[in-house]
């Protein structure tokens, strides 16, 4: 059974950091395209930032320089360094993994709170 645990979310003020971490087990992390995904309140979910198998990177505009996604594939964990805070990035963050294959899978966190006040 795949689980996919977030940790790290926080009350912040603007221009501060935080520092989010998935813990991955159940599933072959090293060979899963992740991702970071957030929801604000009435909107949809939407991509942050995502990390292939490779280590190659993108990100949403609106967070580019500012947000770093990085995982340690020893420690199946997923991270999402997160600088220069802004209260529109207040939101509920998610972790996503994604399966290899032509069929791929996508598997859900519970999410973690991020509250930025200005």
């Known amino acids: 059974q795949v689980q996919l645990v977030e940790s790290g979310g926080g009350l912040v003020q603007a221009g501060g950091s935080l520092r989010l971490s998935c813990a991955a087990s159940g599933t072959s992390f090293s060979a899963n395209t992740m991702a970071w995904y957030r929801q604000a309140p009435g909107k949809q979910r939407d991509l942050v930032a995502r990390?292939?198998?490779?280590?190659?990177?993108n990100y949403v505009d609106s967070v580019k320089g500012r947000f770093a996604i990085s995982r340690d594939n020893a420690k199946n964990t997923l991270y999402l360094q997160m600088n220069s805070l802004k209260p529109e990035d207040t939101a509920v963050y998610y972790c996503?993994?994604?399966?290899?294959?032509?069929?791929?899978?996508?598997?859900w966190g519970q999410g973690t709170q991020v509250t930025v006040s200005s």
């Open positions: 996503n993994a994604r399966t290899p294959g032509y069929w791929p899978v996508n598997y």
């Open positions: 990390i292939t198998v490779g280590g190659s990177t």
